[in-house]
């Protein structure tokens, strides 16, 4: 990263913007153009179909990817040319929840949820772990799931688990990678309605790729459709509903899409 760009983060701008964003895998083209911004306190999901870029355009987000053009900026600072200490003020004003929970195997829960209070804050260890206790139940768990290992819990408990480590420095920024996939429907529905109420109890602004159309029925504000390399369309659902883009059509009026409709009716 340049070291030529001083800006502190503006708390007021939106806390995703990205404008004119290329990806590219040799002669593959993923993104060409690619605009969107994600507004501040919304629940947006983001959708696409396979190979689309949902993933490469989380990690280029977040910044693990390199773009070939465009720029991404995070609360009105561009992630390629921050400095260090800005670029560690962002992380401090994210949470990531990655698809496979990305624990770390050889920790506890609340040793995962500690790790980045310890990395990022001078706080005492004492006061640490009542914190990490906290987020623990935030994200659900039950009491005495902090002392488990990764292999000990559930795929449910992983992804709580991986909530409450996303949620550990207070993030105003909130990355879910298809937070649902792999759940039951009872598991995947109340993990949407946890996301829920923390993303309007917190002020979250949740960034949300997923394919579960009960998700984005039961707990968006608006969906981004990733198609043609860029985004076609951000809306609420029912906007997104009436809009002639054959593959949104075919993604909202699918059988799948109908019954998901009804029953978020």
């Known amino acids: 990263m340049s070291a030529a760009d001083d800006t502190p983060l503006d708390l007021e701008a939106p806390p995703i913007t990205v404008r004119g964003l290329v990806s590219k895998f040799g002669d593959n083209v993923v993104h060409e153009g690619l605009d969107l911004t994600i507004p501040r306190g919304a629940v947006v999901g983001v959708v696409g179909g396979s190979g689309s870029g949902k993933s490469v355009l989380l990690n280029t987000i977040i ?42 195997s050889n920790l506890t829960v609340k040793e995962n949820v500690s790790s980045p209070m310890s990395e990022h804050t001078g706080l005492p260890k004492d006061e640490i772990g009542q914190l990490a206790d906290l987020k623990i139940a935030l994200a659900g768990l039950p009491v005495g799931a902090g002392a488990l290992k ?10 709580r ?18 937070p649902t996939s792999g759940l039951d429907p009872i598991s995947a529905a109340a993990f ?6 923390l993303s309007d109890s917190l002020k979250l602004t949740v960034f ?22 860029k985004v076609v369309a951000m809306a609420p659902v029912q906007e997104l509903e009436h809009n002639d883009h054959p593959w949104i059509q075919s993604y909202f009026h699918g059988a799948r899409g109908r019954a998901a409709a009804q029953g978020a009716e």
């Open 63 to 104: 910044g693990l990817r390199e773009p070939q053009g465009g720029t991404v900026e995070i609360f009105g600072q561009n992630i390629r040319t921050a400095k260090r200490r800005q670029w560690t003020a962002i992380e401090q004003r994210w949470g990531v929840l990655f698809q496979r929970g990305a624990l770390w």
């Open 150 to 159: 990764p292999a000990e819990l559930s795929g449910g408990m992983i992804k």
């Open 161 to 178: 688990a991986s909530l409450a480590r996303a949620l550990a420095l207070d993030p105003e920024l909130l990355f879910l990678d298809e």
């Open 192 to 197: 949407d309605t946890l996301i829920a109420e």
């Open 208 to 229: 949300m790729i997923t394919h579960d159309l009960d998700s984005l029925y039961r707990i968006t504000d608006q969906v981004a459709v990733i198609a043609d390399k």
